[in-house]
């Protein structure tokens, strides 16, 4: 295979800019789906809500008439919507879950198509650490565990095609997500970390770039933490 083509959900910004930007440099022809342009980034980008079942469908036939494989596909694109449960409306839940765990869905399932047909590909799909729990992120903690099992299942139906599907949970990672955050919060979050940091987003894409490496095809349904340590549990 000559040039690889790899789709890259949420590759607009902070940590899934990040990783096109790596692969990039990795002479990785990457694709970006997103709601916003990208900044001051050669990757090729289609506007593309990756909720929208329709918007998915076509988008994924349009890339595969003009590059006729794909070799991987980083399920990044997600949201928060913090909030105590007794606080959260049921939109504010579905809300999370749809961009997260069905969208994520969505995007496996019009990539599985393209793969299985190929006999080969990868799958990364990013949850959180925020899967093991967080206060104030019953529906986030809900949607990273449904992508945990979501990608199990996959690495399961996908093996007999050559396909690999594996999980990165990143833990405090330095984006716009988590700028967003009071100055209060993002020190407590910090204070939590046992190495008392917060991740840089090439961290994350350091770790999609390993996965992605043809030498790591024997990896297949794992979960890997970029997390600084955090999810080994302070009480240790
Ligand atoms: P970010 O807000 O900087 O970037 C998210 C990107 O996803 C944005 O470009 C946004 O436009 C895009 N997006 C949102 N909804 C979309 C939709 N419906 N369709 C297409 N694109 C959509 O966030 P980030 O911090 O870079 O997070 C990236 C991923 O990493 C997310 O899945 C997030 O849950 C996960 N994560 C982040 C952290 C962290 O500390 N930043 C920690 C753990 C996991």
């Keep these: 295979m000559s040039v690889k083509t790899v789709i890259v959900t949420g590759g607009s910004s902070g ?22 342009t990208p900044n001051k980034c050669d990757a090729i980008f289609f506007k ?3 909720t929208n079942e329709t918007e998915v469908v076509t988008t994924f036939q349009t890339i595969l008439k003009q590059h006729s494989t794909i070799y991987g596909v980083i399920n990044n694109a997600g949201i928060i ?5 007794w606080k959260m409306t049921s939109e504010e839940f579905d ?4 961009v997260n765990l069905k969208g994520t869905w969505l995007v496996c399932r019009e990539s599985a198509k393209i793969m299985r047909q190929q006999n080969y590909g990868r799958i990364i799909n990013i949850s959180s650490r925020a899967w093991l729990g967080n206060p104030g992120q019953t ?5 990273k565990a449904g992508i945990i ?6 690495a399961l139906e ?4 050559n396909v690999s599907v594996n999980v990165i ?8 997500l988590t700028q967003s955050l009071s100055p209060e919060v993002r020190q407590k979050l910090i204070n939590l970390q046992p190495q008392k940091n917060i991740g840089k987003p090439e961290d994350v894409a350091q770790a999609v770039s390993f996965l992605l490496n043809e030498k790591t095809n024997f990896i297949n349904g794992q979960l890997l933490y970029v997390d600084g340590g955090r999810s080994i549990g302070l009480s240790i």
């Design 169 to 176: 949970a990143p833990g405090l990672i330095d984006t716009p």
């Design 48 to 50: 593309c809500d990756i």
């Design 15 to 36: 940590i899934g800019l990040s990783i096109s930007e790596l692969l990039i440099k990795e002479q990785y022809n990457v694709i970006i789906l997103d709601l916003i």
């Design 139 to 143: 529906n986030y903690s809900a949607s």
């Design 158 to 161: 996908l093996g007999k095609y």
């Design 149 to 154: 099992g979501l990608s199990r299942a996959l």
């Design 81 to 85: 919507c913090d909030k105590m449960i």
């Design 95 to 98: 809300k999370v879950i749809n």
